[in-house]
């Protein structure tokens, strides 16, 4: 969901800075591989880096930065696979390339939180790419990941029941755009499988394509006040 304009204006001035560049760097990394002039792989990596010398954001930034790589290297090595099987035929007969994209972002620093927001986009020559976006939580305090139900002060209950009057309101707004079992599939959904993630004053939660709607609905976004 887009936050408006007006909802920005009203952050209160320097909460920004509590994730930004004092407390983290953002590493960077693209990649391309061809075989005979063809190009068989494309790829970005942009993930933040703790500024904070103590052993939980140490432990965090080793986290973060395993995820990325194994993402990475998962479409990479199905590109070598490939390539190795058939040689350029594939991709000369298609005009098309293995393509990851992984984008971390720092939202949250507050009440002894980090929170991420982690988008993983993957294209390993299918009918269309795919993007996965989930969120990654860890205490300050033990740079261990925070559980779901442990995220926030509110019960469990509350959230999902929050959730499901969220998505029950968009459903009667655009019925098709969701899969008839839609709401059914939140309310009975294992609390920490749902993709959460902190940003100020609220709880993001993101359902990624044929979680809740077709493919082509994209992503569902909801923001909850805490």
Do not use: C
């Not at 930034?61 to 390539?83: E, F, P, Q, R």
């Not at 294209?123 to 442990?150: C, E, P, Q």
């Amino acid at each position: 969901m887009l936050i408006s304009s007006a909802a920005v204006m009203s952050v209160p001035v320097g909460a920004a800075s509590k994730t930004g560049k004092k407390y983290v760097t953002y590493k960077t990394k693209k990649k391309t591989v061809k075989k005979s002039g063809v190009l068989i792989l494309s790829g970005s990596i942009k993930y933040p880096k703790l500024k904070s010398k103590s052993k939980a954001a140490k432990k965090v930034n080793k986290t973060i930065k395993k995820m990325v790589k194994k993402d990475a290297k998962y479409i990479t090595d199905l590109a070598y696979k490939d390539y190795k099987k058939s040689g350029l035929t594939n991709f000369k007969t298609t005009g098309w390339h293995y393509e990851y994209n992984v984008d971390v972002k720092f939202t949250y620093n507050k009440k002894g939180k980090y929170s991420f927001k982690y988008t993983y986009y993957s294209y390993a020559m299918g009918a269309h790419g795919y993007t996965a976006v989930s969120g990654l939580n860890f205490s300050k305090k033990t740079g261990k990941r925070i559980k779901n139900t442990k995220l926030t002060k509110y019960d469990p209950s509350v959230i999902r029941g929050k959730i499901s009057d969220k998505l029950s309101a968009e459903m009667e707004k655009q019925p098709s755009r969701y899969f008839s079992t839609a709401l059914t599939t939140v309310q009975n959904m294992d609390f920490d499988k749902f993709n959460f993630w902190l940003k100020g004053n609220y709880l993001y939660v993101i359902f990624n394509p044929y979680d809740i709607s077709p493919y082509m609905a994209g992503p569902t976004t909801f923001k909850i006040k805490l």
